[in-house]
């Protein structure tokens, strides 16, 4: 009886010895899996078919211009930055990330990427506004408090001639679409 007793007890040893203990967060729910990451760039080239930097006013965005994206989202912030070089120097461009792959015409980008509304804001789209260096160089980075849902993901970055209009009917409006980029899932 002793044995068996001694038995059972090395073998509920044994057992309780070799269970995991259960994950902090479940693989479906960890930032790296919820986590969506869209990036595109490259040197801008005339609009051709499977372009991916595409250049539509060669006045504003020189031969040579480069523009490199990334727009990220976790469960509840969105992060969108882009990095440009050899644009016109000491120039203020309106960026905002489109509905749309880039296409031949400017207007394949389609509307803007609008979160939950149909109004435009700095709130509601993502606006990357910038002004260059004297060489021509930007940085601009956007933190939205949503994420981008996924099924419905912004598809392009869109250089504007203008600076971005922040109120009243013409709100979210900058001029003519100068140049797009194709943004991929990585």
Not at 53 to 78: K, M
Not at 124 to 136: C, Y
Request: aromatic share 4%; net charge negative; hydrophobic share 45%.
């Amino acid at each position: 009886m002793r044995i068996l007793g001694v038995l059972v007890a090395v073998g509920l040893l044994a057992v309780a010895c070799g269970r995991q203990a259960p994950a902090a967060h479940p693989p479906e729910h960890s930032p790296a899996a919820a986590g969506i990451r869209l990036a595109g760039g490259g040197t801008l080239v005339a609009a051709a078919p499977k372009a991916s930097a595409i250049v539509y006013d060669t006045a504003l965005a020189p031969a040579g211009a480069s523009v490199e994206v990334t727009a990220e989202s976790g469960a509840v912030l969105a992060t969108s930055t882009v990095a440009v070089e050899r644009l016109l120097p000491n120039r203020t461009y309106g960026v905002h990330l489109h509905m749309n792959p880039c296409g031949l015409t400017p207007e394949d980008a389609g509307p803007h990427y609008q979160h939950a509304h149909t109004h435009a804001s700095a709130d509601n789209e993502v606006w990357l506004d910038f002004t260059t260096d004297g060489s021509g160089a930007a940085t601009a980075t956007a933190t939205q408090d949503w994420a981008f849902v996924a099924g419905r993901l912004p598809r392009s970055l869109v250089i504007h001639a203008e600076k971005t209009r922040t109120a009243g009917a013409e709100a979210g409006t900058a001029g003519a679409r100068i140049a797009c980029v194709t943004l991929t899932e990585r």
